[in-house]
Structure formats: C-alpha cells, structure tokens
C-alpha cells in the first residue's frame, strides 16, 4: 500500500466518521420511523444523577443510534446484504422463496402453557348457556410452508391448531380452517389473491372470506355467497409490520381489497363502536386508515374494546366474537350473516363476558384468534371470570 493510497484511505474514513457525525447534528430528529413503524428516541439533556449511574450514556447511544443519519437506507442495505449472503432471516424475519413473502418469528408454548390457554375457552363455554365455538386462524408459515426457507425453525407446524382441538371440553365445538387457508399449488392466479399480506402478518379480505366460509360450515349455518370477481381494490401500496420490521426495502407493497360495500350488500349495516365507552357511531372501513402507515386498521378503524354491528336484513341472530385484530377484516362477511355481530376484545375490556351475553340477548359465541396471538395473549384469563 503506497502512501498516496493510504492518505486516501484516511481521508475518506475521516470523512464518513466526521461526515456523518456532522450530518446528525444537522439534520432535524425524527419523532418516528414510518419504515419501522417505530417511535425514535429523543435526546434528554443529562442531569447529575444519570451522568453518574450511566443511565445518560445508555440513552444516548440509543438516541444516536435512531437519529442516525440515512437510518433507513441504512436498515435496507443491511437486509438487502444479508439477503445477498444467502441468510434466510433478518430482525427476526424470514424471507420467502418467491422473493416477495415475508415471514414472522411464529412463538411456540409448552402443551402444558396450551392446556392452560385452552382451559380458559372451556370455562367459558361451562359458565354459559348458549353455543360457544372456537376457532384458530393458522399462522402464515403454518398455511403456506412451501414459501418457507429450509429447515427455519420458527414456524408453525399447525401443532397449536390440532392440540388445542384435542383439548376441548364437550362445552365448546371447534372449528378447524388449516384445510383452508392456503395454497399447496403456489398458484396465485389459480387462488386469485394470496390469503395472507405478503408484508403483513394479517389475512386478506379473500384469506378473511375463506375463513368466514369454513366458520359458517362449522356453526351449521348456510354460506352467503359472494361475487369475489366484484372486489374492489382500495390500496396498492400496503407495507405491513412484518415489512417494517425485516428492512426488506425490495419488497412490492400489498394491496387491499374489498367486496362487501360500506352498509353491506343492501346498504342497512350500522356499526357502533365503544373506543372510550360510550357508543359512537363508526363504520365498516375507514378510508382515511389507508393514508398512514397503519393502513390495515382501515377495517373498523383498529383495535376496540367493543365494536357493534346490526344488520337487520340478516337471518342470523346475535353473535359475540372474542377477538383478535384477525376478526376486523372478517367483521363485513359476518356483518351479512348475524343481525348482530359484537366485537369483544379482552386487551381492552374488562366486563364480564358472561353477564354481557345475558345483558345483551346473545345467542352464540365464537372464539377467534390467530394461533400466534393466543399464544401470546396475557388475557385469556378474562374468559374464565
């Protein structure tokens, strides 16, 4: 290495260590990354205290580390790099075989956590008197394996789905959709739309039709068919959390569609929603949802506490969903099914489940989570009470 070239070398190292260091003083902090969907850290002015436990140096590294200048370009490089490489994962992330599909770290329990989980659906259906069914959306790497990595090791089997179905008590009646919700040919045109977001972690509204379909079959009740050639695209340009958290900026976005109209097929569908509650009076989707990042919480505006749908052209009667963020994308399909469909989330409600099906006259309970999220779910517990 000759002396011209060394002075070169230094020259451009200064340049990017003191370039950038320069750049981060300049260029103004961000509140959040819509890339990562993720609040940034702020820079706190250090006090005595935190100077001397080494909280201030902790948190600024932190701060320095979100503020860093081109973070974004940086979190692609690094996804993109590790995909170059042949690494089958980033963040927790694993990358499809199609080069487009996304998927999420899928958590795994014990049976004994399961039997556990599962015990709170059966109390359930002990402490009612009407109908109680449940149901668990598979994971995306459980309904399409064959856009899995080799060998990655945290996916899901559907081993969730099959022991929780072997647990039930006589009380509860289970419906299984791992038949269902995929793909085996790999044929999206033959499937028409994939069931799950490639970006996301969510079931599309085709994925959210299929599962509406085999909970029907499973409740003994008649499918409204619907004209799926009729949808309606509303988004192109869907990036879901799985995206935000792979960096795998090469990705094509998602697009969201619809087939049920706002006020359902005959245009009766009211939809009264309990954010604080009181009632508000709220709808099927919220088009303005697809203007932020956030853009699946165009369904029913987000996560709830209680959500009310009527319906007085249906021939259902009244049913209560126990819900995950799953059942706001299948909401319109029930919402032509039940003259009521309430939408109850155990994150954000402490009622009684018990007392409010006898308050509010319903008639059939149904269960419904994606497998991930009962797994995980730390209010289950709530089922029982």
Known sequence: MNKKYSIFITVLFCMFIFGFGIAHFIVP?????????????????????????????????????????????????KARSEW???????????????????????????????????SFVNKLGENLDVPVYFSLVPDKSGALPYLLPDNAPNVDDNSTIQQAKELCGEKV??????????????????????????????WTSMG???????????????IHVLAWDQKALVSDSFYGTTYSASGAGWVEPDSIYTIVPEGGTKGRVTVTRYPEGKPIEGGLYYPEKLE????????????????????PDAAG????????????????????????????DLRYN???????????????????????????????FKLGL
């Open 29 to 77: 902090d961000r509140e959040s990354s819509e890339q990562e969907n993720t609040n940034l850290s702020q820079f706190k002015a250090p006090t005595l205290e935190t100077l001397r436990s080494g909280e201030f140096m902790e948190k600024f590294e932190k701060y320095y580390n979100d503020q860093f200048p081109l973070r974004d370009q940086w979190v692609h490089l």
């Open 84 to 118: 170059a490489l042949g690494k089958q994962e980033n963040n927790k992330v694993y990358f499809g075989t199609d080069g487009r599909t996304l998927f999420a770290h899928f958590t795994r329990i014990s049976r004994e956590d399961l039997e556990r989980r599962v």
């Open 292 to 311: 932020v990042k956030d853009k699946y919480a165009y369904f029913l505006g987000g996560n709830q506490p209680l959500c009310v749908i009527r319906n």
């Open 208 to 222: 959210a039709y299929w599962g509406y379909v085999v909970l029907m079959e499973g409740m003994g009740r008649d």
């Open 173 to 202: 009646s289970f419906i299984d959709m791992t038949d269902w919700l995929g793909n085996p040919s790999g044929d999206e045109e033959l499937m028409g739309i994939s069931s799950f977001y490639r970006t996301d972690h969510h």
């Open 317 to 344: 009667g009244k049913l209560l969903v126990v819900r995950d963020s799953y059942s706001d994308s299948l909401a319109p399909f029930l919402a032509e099914e039940f003259q009521e469909v309430h939408l109850f």
């Open 350 to 380: 402490n009622m009684s489940l018990k007392k409010y099906v006898e308050e509010n006259g319903i008639d059939q309970v149904l269960v419904l989570y994606s497998s991930n999220n009962f797994n995980t779910d730390q209010n289950l």
